[in-house]
Nanobody
Framework: QVQLVESGGGLVQAGGSLRLSCAASGSIFSINAMGWYRQAPGKQRELVAS???????NYADSVKGRFTISRDNAKNTVYLQMNSLKPEDTAVYYC?????????????????WGQGTQVAVSS
């Protein structure tokens, strides 16, 4: 099993910053793309940013220029630096990783999710 554990959420005023972290652990064979999604109340989960293991990044238009995704491959950890936060950034943020893990049946590919961390931005 591969587990993702997020940290770094919280309450911040508009214009402030937060940094989210997500560490993968467990029976990891490989971790490929990693990313952050978010889900606001009453809305669908949406992609915020993603990064390949080669470092190529992709961002939602709504966060370009304000958020930066990065990763430490040696630690199987992905980060999301969020600056100039807006009330509309309020959501539960979920870490996602595509990869493969060791199982009793051998190596199996998987799409893994963290438990989510709340980000609240006050106006």
């Amino acid at each position: 099993q591969v587990q993702l554990v997020e940290s770094g959420g919280g309450l911040v005023q508009a214009g402030g910053s937060l940094r989210l972290s997500c560490a993968a652990s467990g029976s990891i064979f490989s971790i490929n793309a990693m990313g952050w999604y978010r889900q606001a109340p009453g809305k669908q989960r949406e992609l915020v940013a993603s990064i390949t293991n080669g470092g190529s990044t992709n961002y939602a238009d709504s966060v370009k220029g304000r958020f930066t995704i990065s990763r430490d491959n040696a630690k199987n950890t992905v980060y999301l630096q969020m600056n100039s936060l807006k009330p509309e950034d309020t959501a539960v943020y979920y870490c996602n990783a595509e990869g493969a893990g060791h199982t009793v049946w051998g190596i199996r590919r998987g799409d893994y999710w963290g438990q989510g961390t709340q980000v609240a931005v006050s106006s």
